[in-house]
Each structure stands twice: as C-alpha cells, then as structure tokens.
C-alpha cells in the first residue's frame, strides 16, 4: 500500500485509527474457548465489528507466535481475513543483520515463502542501517522503525544525550531518512510522548507516525492529533485493549465496535480542525 492510498482510505473512512490485535487467550470471552481457533474466531468477529471505523489492523506478534505453528496458523487466517483496503502491521519489533534480516523480513511479506503478506513490520533500529535495509527491499511495503515508545524504560536509551545535543531518538529520526523515503519508512511514537511531537515534526515532517499508546494506556488523541497531524494526516494511532476487550461476555464485538465509533467520531472532528 502506498502512502497516497493509505490517505484515501483515512480521507474515505474519516479515520485515523489502528486497531491492535493483541489477542490474549487469558482475556478472550469464555465461550470462545469452545471454538477450534478461538484466537482466530475472537480477532474474526473483532475484524467484522471494526473495519469500517479502522484504517488498519495491528497483529502483536507475541501473542501467535507463543503458540508455536498452531498460533502461527492464526496469524496467517487473521491476515487472509482483514479486509484488503486495511493497512496491515506486523508488530515484531525485529532487528538482525545481514542474512537473518533479510529471512525476518521475507517471513511477513513474502507471501510465496511463508504465507504471510503483510503490509509493514516494526523494526528496532539499534544494529544500523544493514539491519534495515533488508526490509526496505521490499516493493511498497513499509518499515515501521522504534523512535521514542510509550514504556517507563524508553528514558534508558530514547532520551539520551549524545555530543552533538541531539537525544538518541532524534539521531534516529535524522540518520535512518538516508535509508529509505517518507513512502517506506514510518515511526513508532509513543502518545504518552505528546509533547515530543513537534520536535518529532520537524525532523520527520513528511512520514506517518504510528502512535501507541491512546486509551488504556492514558494517552490524549487530541494532543497526538494537534501537534502530529500533517498535510496527509501522517498519523495512525492504535488502540488495541480499550477497544478489544471492551466487554468479556457475548457481546464483546457489538461493545468494541461501539469503542471504535467514539475513537473515529473523535477524528473526524480532529481531521476537520488540524487537516
């Protein structure tokens, strides 16, 4: 997916929102456990309550690959299944060199090779530009680079101050556009960090940011909204357990599409005001 087709879905859906499929089989509903797949059949009837309030789907690797091929079988139908005009993410946080990036990297969009074909995979950008570029190698799909995240620990590394006073995020920010472009590369900023957003801005002007962190985890869609917004609205902002879990019983599809609704009405007014 490009980038001018991502925006027209978000102009089309009047949304901005990214759904995290952090499917937990502690927290699904009960009767699902009866299910052959209940990972599978939870993220289906998610997927068929949400799409029409979500511009993409957020798969945390972590959660399938626990389960070994059986969790890897999920993965693959939950993928087969989200709707074609979704931006799709593989969150797994990869990050090698050489050969065994480049294997990361055919695992979640070579379709031919692993049955997996998503859209864009998040990367750590701590091994350099050879654990990168890999990835980039890949025709219209996306690399997702780790820049200032939502955790208590991101002041450990994020924040730190090199000797050209730049913060260790920044230089992040700065060196990887030598990589790639603004139709290959985004970056994961936490919206807990909202204040950091219009340094953030000005050294990534033109690419997405995919932002963490709104709902359970106390982050303001507003301020993300005010001070990362640009001309393509350049912001994907996932939700994933105020909306996923939004009720443990029956109607836990019915609650999470009513969840989706208040977060796409809400950019709907914000797309209106700061686009």
């Not at 979704?86 to 090698?96: H, P, S």
């Not at 985004?186 to 950091?196: E, R, S």
Request: charged residues 20%.
């Amino acid at each position: 997916m490009t980038k001018s087709q991502l925006f027209e879905q978000i102009l089309q859906k009047q949304s901005y929102l990214c759904i995290g499929l952090d499917t937990d089989i502690q927290k699904i509903p009960r009767h699902l456990l009866q299910t052959k797949d209940p990972i599978f059949e939870f993220n289906k009837q998610i997927i068929d309550a949400t799409h029409q309030y979500a511009v993409s789907y957020k798969p945390n690797i972590a959660f399938y690959e626990a389960f070994g091929a059986k969790g890897w079988e999920s993965l693959q139908k939950t993928l087969e299944y989200i709707p074609k005009e979704c931006f799709t993410i593989a969150d797994a946080k990869r990050g090698d060199i050489g050969n065994t990036s480049g294997l990361y990297a055919r695992a979640f969009f070579d379709e031919q090779s692993s049955g997996l074909n998503f859209d864009s995979v998040t990367v750590a950008p701590y091994m350099g530009e050879d654990s990168v570029k890999p990835f980039l190698e890949f025709a219209d799909k996306w690399v997702i680079l780790l820049a200032l995240t939502s955790n208590a620990g991101s002041k450990d590394f994020q924040t730190l101050s090199l000797t050209n006073e730049k913060q260790l995020f920044e230089e992040v920010l700065t060196k990887s556009q030598e990589w790639g472009s603004s139709e290959q590369l985004m970056y994961v900023v936490g919206a807990t960090k909202a204040a950091m957003l219009q340094k953030i801005r000005s050294i990534v002007p033109e690419h997405f940011l995919l932002v963490p962190g709104v709902g359970a985890q106390g982050g303001s869609l507003e301020e993300v909204s005010k001070f990362g917004m640009n001309k393509q609205c350049g912001l994907l902002v996932n939700s994933s357990r105020a909306i996923i879990y939004a009720s443990s019983g029956e109607d836990f599809a019915e609650k999470a599409a009513q969840e989706a609704k208040k977060v796409q009405t809400e950019m709907q007014t914000y797309l209106a005001t700061y686009l």
